[in-house]
Structure formats: C-alpha cells, structure tokens
C-alpha cells in the first residue's frame, strides 16, 4: 500500500489523537517526538511491504508457465508468497490481501 508522506502524517495524528484520550496511557516522551516515530515506522513497514510486492510480483513472473495476473491462479500464488515474504522479514501480516 503507498500512502502519501501527508496521509502519514495524518494517520500518526489520529494515533497519538488516540492514545491521549486512553487513561491507561502515560506519555514518557513529548507527544511530537512519539508521533515522528510512528511516522518512522509506518514508512519503514510501507517500504517493508512494498519491497515484498516485488520480489512476489517476480517470483510468479518467473514461473515456467505463464500466469497472467488478475488471474484465480495468480491472486493464490501472491497471497502465498505474500503471507510467506512478510513472516519471512518478520513482519505479522495483519489481513489477508
């Protein structure tokens, strides 16, 4: 999934939005400093995914029989290489793409 830096920026807003109206919830660092972190994050598990989609884009690519994509075939080949590629850069796979 590709979010704009501004989309970013928005969803770690509503995250730090959300974690101040939790009471269970104490602030150890400024609430800016925290929320670039989840920026950081949120990029590097977006560039994560990105480099995933692919390497599995390729692995079907080369497969001995052509498999077009958008095809019954080829959307269960990049579920499996998908789920496979995030646990395999350690990444939980939160639904099912």
């Known amino acids: 999934m590709r979010l704009s830096r501004e989309k970013t920026v928005r969803l770690s807003h509503r995250i730090i939005d959300f974690l101040v109206s939790n009471p269970a919830v104490d602030f ?19 560039k994560l995914e990105e480099q995933v989609d692919t390497e599995v ?37 939160v639904h099912a793409r």
């Open 57 to 93: 884009r390729t692995k079907i690519a080369s497969q001995k029989k052509e498999i077009l994509e958008g095809s019954e075939e080829w959307d269960i080949l990049y579920r499996k290489y998908y789920a496979e590629g995030l646990k395999r850069m350690g990444v939980a796979e």
């Open 28 to 46: 150890v660092e400024d609430r800016d400093t925290i929320r670039q972190e989840v920026v950081t994050i949120i990029t590097s598990l977006l």
